[in-house]
């Protein structure tokens, strides 16, 4: 381990530096000390191991070994696991983690000075056991955050000054002290947070706009762009967003910018997100976006079940993600592939292509266990999703798109699904009549084909399927085998309109639209 010491102090001695000094401070020769001061500036070394090694170990057959694990995996898009030159620990840099003091710009310090070794077989910053407060802080590439175990990164609180006034308006009339005093409190009501806590970026050309107010949008906590062999883990520390002040001012209906989520990286490939739990994330809470070469495995992420659009992991025009093994309880999709919003979409064409959702479980009362769309402009295609748990949850799987959206989803592989206590297991829906201004095309309608949905297993769901398509666009391929919906009276019919397909071994009996005669040849069942 290293020994500790502050910033200013690296920077002039190098590590070992201070040690090396109090050994050969008993002799006398001031020319022998001189040499060996020298030397320990001369030969700055930085250990090259980890404090706890990394558990998963990555193949050229894409499979885990992970205590003799061979279930299937998709790990290997990330490739091989670093061993980083340079390992520090933020507490070196000058960390408090008491939960109260500031770290934000010890976080950003931290990070600026690990970049030199980027093109030096890379860097790790390690944050212990303890409660660190910081606001938004920006990844290098070639770079490990690692957090041990008991180690809690906390989003810095934004502070809001809210007024609630009771006097009746007669009182106002009678005291224009009492007068002048409102007016002072609605406008201190306003929003009043540190930029440099959680700054406003550009929107992201894709959607053209913040997606859910105008103008730029709030950084994320964890924030990367550009970037390369990045790594995101640690012996099960935490990562905690502190969202409710963003929640509570979308309730309130108060925000003037779209919340940041917890992690996004943008234009980035080979990313690696694995034994951590995040909670409580302003937004989205793992945004990985005009990327590549993305794993995110073994994290159990957390919102409360009311807390709005928490998404739990939103692969969003990006190619070769694999989402495995995951735990997730949220206020929104635990997972949603998406790809651009309307026009802005369409304009850039950047599809969400080869991604895989794997063994992954939890609940979401309002929405589904895995979305696609509804911002699916730049194209969705070759999406597998397998062996998911949902329960009390709104719908199990759900394809949601509209007119505007252009674009198109196919190629799309649902298999071994079970579901409890879900309110529509199975949905496809439209008309969110969600736009970002006022260019969209209403012409601009999406092509969704090729849907393959086998193996589903729902306990206690309450209503049938709804497969809404659209009418200048039906919904085509629609292949189902093996899907058994326990509890759905088998009276009650199935809500199809525009779509067309073919069905074997489903109960209840779906609907007319999915019992064609034609050659299920194009469906695959093996």
Same mark, same amino acid.
């Given at each position: 381990?290293?020994?500790?010491?502050?910033?200013?102090?690296?920077?002039?001695?190098?590590?070992?530096?201070?040690?090396?000094?109090?050994?050969?401070?008993?002799?006398?020769?001031?020319?022998?000390?001189?040499? %060996?001061? !020298?030397? =320990?500036? /001369? &030969?700055?070394?930085?250990?090259?191991?980890?404090?706890? *090694? @990394?558990?998963?170990?990555?193949?050229?057959?894409?499979?885990?070994?992970?205590?003799?694990?061979?279930?299937?995996?998709?790990?290997?898009?990330?490739?091989?696991?670093?061993?980083?030159?340079?390992?520090?620990?933020?507490?070196?840099?000058?960390?408090?983690?008491?939960?109260?003091?500031?770290?934000?710009?010890?976080?950003?310090?931290?990070?600026?000075?690990?970049?030199?070794?980027?093109?030096?077989?890379?860097?790790?910053?390690?944050?212990?056991?303890?409660?660190?407060?910081?606001?938004?802080?920006?990844?290098?590439?070639?770079?490990?955050?690692?957090?041990?175990?008991?180690?809690?990164?906390?989003?810095?609180?934004?502070?809001?000054?809210?007024?609630?006034?009771?006097?009746?308006?007669?009182?106002?009339?009678?005291?224009?002290?009492?007068?002048?005093? %409102?007016? !002072?409190? =609605?406008? /201190? &009501?306003?929003?009043?947070?540190?930029?440099?806590?959680? *700054? @406003?970026?550009?929107?992201?050309?894709?959607?053209?706009?913040?997606?859910?107010?105008?103008?730029?949008?709030?950084?994320?906590?964890?924030?990367?762009?550009?970037?390369?062999?990045?790594?995101?883990?640690?012996?099960?520390?935490?990562?905690?967003?502190?969202?409710?002040?963003?929640?509570?001012?979308?309730?309130?209906?108060?925000?003037?910018?779209?919340?940041?989520?917890?992690?996004?990286?943008?234009?980035?490939?080979?990313?690696?997100?694995?034994?951590?739990?995040?909670?409580?994330?302003?937004?989205?809470?793992?945004?990985?976006?005009?990327?590549?070469?993305?794993?995110?495995?073994?994290?159990?992420?957390?919102?409360?079940?009311?807390?709005?659009?928490?998404?739990?992991?939103?692969?969003?025009?990006?190619?070769?993600?694999?989402?495995?093994?995951?735990? %997730?309880?949220?206020?929104?999709? /635990?997972?949603?592939?998406?790809?651009?919003?309307?026009?802005?979409? @369409?304009?850039?064409?950047?599809?969400?292509?080869?991604?895989?959702?794997?063994?992954?479980?939890?609940?979401?009362?309002?929405?589904?266990?895995?979305?696609?769309?509804?911002?699916?402009?730049?194209?969705?295609?070759?999406?597998?999703?397998?062996?998911?748990?949902?329960?009390?949850?709104?719908?199990?799987?759900?394809?949601?798109?509209?007119?505007?959206?252009?674009?198109?989803?196919?190629?799309?592989?649902?298999?071994?699904?079970?579901?409890?206590?879900?309110?529509?297991?199975?949905?496809?829906?439209?008309?969110?009549?969600?736009?970002?201004?006022?260019?969209?095309?209403?012409?601009?309608?999406?092509?969704?084909?090729?849907?393959?949905?086998?193996?589903?297993?729902?306990?206690?769901?309450?209503?049938?399927?709804?497969?809404?398509?659209?009418?200048?666009?039906?919904?085509?391929?629609?292949?189902?085998?093996?899907?058994?919906?326990?509890?759905?009276?088998?009276?009650?019919?199935?809500?199809?309109?525009?779509?067309?397909?073919?069905?074997?071994?489903?109960?209840?009996?779906?609907?007319?639209?999915?019992?064609?005669?034609?050659?299920?040849?194009?469906?695959?069942?093996?």
């Amino acid at each position: 381990m290293l020994k500790k010491m502050d910033f200013d102090e690296k920077q002039s001695f190098g590590f070992g530096g201070n040690a090396m000094i109090a050994r050969v401070s008993r002799f006398s020769w001031s020319p022998f000390l001189f040499l %060996i001061t !020298l030397t =320990a500036l /001369l &030969s700055f070394q930085i250990t090259t191991k980890t404090i706890y *090694p @990394i558990k998963i170990v990555f193949s050229s057959t894409s499979k885990t070994d992970v205590s003799a694990d061979t279930r299937t995996s998709c790990v290997g898009f990330f490739g091989e696991l670093p061993e980083r030159k340079a390992v520090m620990s933020i507490t070196e840099f000058g960390g408090v983690g008491d939960g109260k003091t500031s770290n934000t710009e010890t976080f950003r310090k931290a990070i600026r000075y690990l970049k030199r070794f980027g093109e030096s077989g890379g860097a790790q910053l390690n944050v212990p056991k303890g409660r660190w407060v910081t606001g938004s802080f920006n990844l290098t590439s070639n770079f490990t955050l690692f957090l041990e175990e008991g180690a809690v990164i906390l989003g810095s609180q934004v502070f809001f000054l809210f007024f609630f006034v009771g006097f009746d308006y007669a009182d106002v009339l009678k005291d224009p002290h009492l007068s002048v005093s %409102i007016k !002072l409190h =609605a406008t /201190l &009501s306003r929003f009043s947070d540190d930029p440099k806590e959680w *700054p @406003i970026i550009e929107p992201l050309p894709s959607y053209g706009r913040g997606r859910e107010r105008l103008g730029g949008r709030h950084i994320s906590l964890v924030h990367g762009d550009g970037l390369t062999n990045v790594v995101i883990t640690g012996n099960n520390g935490t990562i905690d967003g502190q969202g409710k002040m963003w929640w509570e001012l979308w309730w309130n209906r108060t925000l003037e910018h779209t919340r940041g989520h917890l992690v996004e990286l943008m234009n980035s490939n080979n990313i690696l997100i694995a034994n951590l739990t995040f909670c409580n994330s302003p937004f989205w809470t793992i945004h990985p976006v005009y990327c590549s070469n993305v794993v995110v495995k073994d994290m159990t992420i957390l919102a409360p079940l009311k807390a709005p659009n928490t998404d739990g992991i939103d692969p969003d025009s990006s190619t070769n993600v694999c989402i495995e093994d995951c735990y %997730i309880e949220s206020g929104d999709d /635990l997972v949603a592939v998406k790809s651009g919003w309307d026009q802005y979409g @369409i304009k850039m064409a950047r599809p969400s292509s080869n991604i895989v959702v794997r063994r992954v479980s939890g609940t979401t009362p309002t929405c589904s266990g895995v979305g696609i769309g509804s911002e699916m402009s730049g194209g969705i295609f070759n999406i597998t999703i397998e062996d998911l748990h949902v329960w009390d949850s709104a719908a199990g799987v759900r394809i949601k798109t509209d007119n505007g959206r252009g674009g198109y989803i196919a190629n799309i592989t649902i298999i071994n699904v079970t579901m409890e206590r879900v309110k529509v297991p199975i949905r496809f829906s439209r008309g969110s009549n969600d736009h970002p201004d006022e260019g969209w095309d209403p012409k601009a309608v999406p092509v969704v084909k090729g849907i393959s949905i086998r193996n589903v297993l729902s306990f206690n769901s309450t209503k049938a399927p709804v497969l809404e398509g659209i009418e200048d666009a039906p919904f085509g391929g629609i292949c189902m085998k093996n899907v058994s919906l326990r509890g759905v009276a088998s009276s009650l019919p199935w809500h199809c309109e525009f779509v067309s397909g073919y069905t074997d071994e489903v109960f209840p009996t779906p609907c007319p639209q999915l019992q064609s005669n034609i050659s299920s040849s194009w469906c695959s069942y093996s």
